[in-house]
């Protein structure tokens, strides 16, 4: 089924409304179709943030979305404010600008991460990439968990460029076009996989671990 996503987004907006009303900080949209990068089959990452979130308000969640059409496609982060607020800065440095609000805002993350909690997610990026990498060529040998620790790669890029230069490009297209080097070698083996190539084991294993090794080895506080 084709997903019609401005009016998917209307009914799933108005059915979120209808049962927690004023409860509602924010409703929006993350990942490739938030980027406007999607493909056909691509999930729906909804962010849904409420005053607080209970069992009994997951229950309510699910209920009121079981019958919204591609039903299988929705995921995506569903929490408290208070809970958000006290969240890792790192993690929500990528959270925040990823998301595209749809219905209110998450202007109350604004200050709750700095310069060094985005400099502290790239360094915890590199080091999962560094060693996931180095784990799946010894041990699992799969090309579609090294596509994966790639799709993870472009948002470290992201974190660096913006480290760089203090402006957070969203689409990974738009960001290939100013990256240079083993950077933009790097992100354009994503666009590869998300157009739908195969990872090559050896060779796109060999170009992850230079990169993610060598800008360890640089230091992230370079930037």
Known sequence: MKLDEKAWMAQFCQAVKDEFGGRIVCIGLQGSRGRGEEREDSD?????????????????????????PCRELLCGFVSGKEELLAWEPGDLFQFYHDTAPVVGDLEFLRGTFAREDASRAVHTGLCNLYHGCVHNYLHERDEALLAALYKSAAFT????YWLKTGVYVKKHRELWLELTGEERS?????????????????KDSALLLQWAGATLREGVKQY
């Open 44 to 68: 729906i990452d909804m962010v849904v943030v409420l005053d607080r979130v209970e069992l009994e308000d997951l229950h309510r969640y699910r209920r009121v979305v079981a019958n919204l």
């Open 157 to 160: 890029l992201q974190a660096i």
């Open 186 to 202: 790097v992100l354009e083996r994503v666009l590869a996989f998300r157009a739908g190539e195969g990872p090559d084991l050896e």
